[in-house]
């Protein structure tokens, strides 16, 4: 059984530009995941659910989704168990929820328990050393001008996930910036500050892939509809020199399992900018 926004199934769902970037950063994040890891992410994150139900279904069988789902159950691409759709089998598919009593008793470096290994977080900025901002930002008198959803627990699991991983859905100057107006998970430099060891180590936008050496960001790879001069003019801050290469594309196996999971047509509905977004 696949992933359905709603329980159904449409066969004639066109495919579209984003989708192709969807699917393409689907299994880029995929095949970081290896078996027997956690992985967890918040609200709204259908690309990073496919993802992780790829991983399950090509290399990772024993990979476990924070939210208990798992792919051979059928499990729709829709934000888990929170959704405003009517007839959404979702809550049937959950196989557990965490309360958010559970994250204290993790919320500890010396505790043998762990939320996650890896944790998917995006945010309205993000900055050279990997901080991300999901507060808001500041107008021109140094004072919160937009209002962000909140960092809400990405501060705590960020902070204790062995394995951090940047996501985006654009790529520009307003997303990638010098330095984030607030700070809801750190990066580099500021973990190191407050004692705590790493950092992010991947990011993954629809024009590139991002790893991090020496605290700050560098360009790994950029995908084949994009040029490195178009991701460095994209960014709000100098990418160091480095190797570059070209993302390699969805193998047949991962196309036909995302069909699979997703023969609705899901990716290609998602709010993502295969061109980067706004110059």
Not at 74 to 91: M, N, Q
Not at 142 to 167: C, D, E, N, Q, W
Not at 194 to 210: F, I, K, Q
Request: net charge neutral.
């Amino acid at each position: 059984m696949g992933l359905s926004p709603a329980g159904g199934h449409d066969a004639a769902a066109p495919r579209t530009a984003a989708g192709d970037v969807a699917r393409l950063l689907a299994c880029v994040v995929a095949r970081e995941l290896s078996d027997k890891e956690t992985v967890a992410f918040g609200l709204h994150a259908e690309l990073l659910l496919a993802a992780a139900l790829l991983a399950q279904r090509l290399h990772a069988p024993n990979l476990t989704i924070r939210h208990g789902l798992r792919v051979e159950r059928g499990h729709e691409l829709s934000p888990a168990a929170w959704t405003d759709e009517p007839t959404s089998r979702s809550h049937g598919l959950v196989e557990y929820l965490e309360a958010h009593d559970a994250i204290l008793d993790v919320a500890s470096r010396s505790s043998p328990m762990r939320f996650c290994d890896v944790f998917f977080v995006g945010g309205m900025q993000i900055d050279r050393e990997g901080s991300t901002n999901l507060i808001g930002l500041k107008g021109r008198d140094g004072r919160l001008a937009v209002r962000g959803p909140g960092s809400i627990g990405t501060t705590s699991i960020g902070t204790l996930a062995r394995h951090v991983i940047l996501f985006s859905g654009e790529h520009t100057t307003r997303r990638f910036v010098e330095r984030v107006d607030y700070v809801s998970v750190p990066g580099w430099r500021r973990r190191a500050a407050a004692g705590l060891e790493g950092g992010p180590s991947l990011c993954v936008t629809p024009l590139a892939v991002l790893d991090f050496a020496d605290g700050g960001m560098r360009l790994r790879s950029v995908h084949a509809h994009a040029t490195e001069a178009e991701v460095r003019r994209r960014t709000g801050f100098t990418l160091p020199p480095s190797p570059v290469g070209v993302t390699p594309p969805p193998t047949v196996a991962e196309l036909a399992a995302l069909v699979e999971i997703d023969p609705s047509g899901r990716l290609d509905r998602l709010e993502l900018s295969p061109d980067g977004g706004p110059p």
